[in-house]
Nanobody, 123 residues
């Protein structure tokens, strides 16, 4: 059982930065792979990035890999997504997700979800 709460979203201009945070409650946080997904109205919730329980990371594409950085602090039970050089197409609700040990890139892979935090990037 893991509860996740995202924060850090907001309104920024294109080219700006935001740092999203996800606070987790529950035992064995370090045993979970932690991911970020995002969703815009009328579209599917899409994978953004994951950091595994063993410390590795993966991103959905090279563009995100160059601009976004996922990290975790097991001592604080948090995972973060640093987003730089934001673009209007990054506008979405961003969700934190957790999966025990192994990681995935689709919504169905994950067991626990936060409520989401809105990121809006203006032109």
């Amino acid at each position: 059982q893991v509860q996740l709460i995202e924060s850090g979203g907001g309104l920024v201009q294109a080219g700006g930065s935001l740092r999203l945070s996800c606070a987790a409650s529950g035992r064995s946080f370090s045993s979970y792979s932690m991911a970020w997904f995002r969703q815009v109205p009328g579209k599917e919730r899409d994978f953004v990035a994951v950091i595994t329980w063993s410390g590795g990371s993966a991103y959905s594409d090279n563009s995100m890999k160059g601009r976004f950085t996922i990290s975790r602090d097991n001592a604080k039970n948090t995972v973060s997504l640093q987003m730089n050089n934001l673009k209007p197409e990054d506008t979405a609700v961003y969700y934190c997700a957790a999966k025990l040990r192994t990681w995935g890139t689709v919504v169905g892979d994950y067991d626990y979800w936060g409520q989401g935090t809105q990121v809006t990037v203006s032109s």
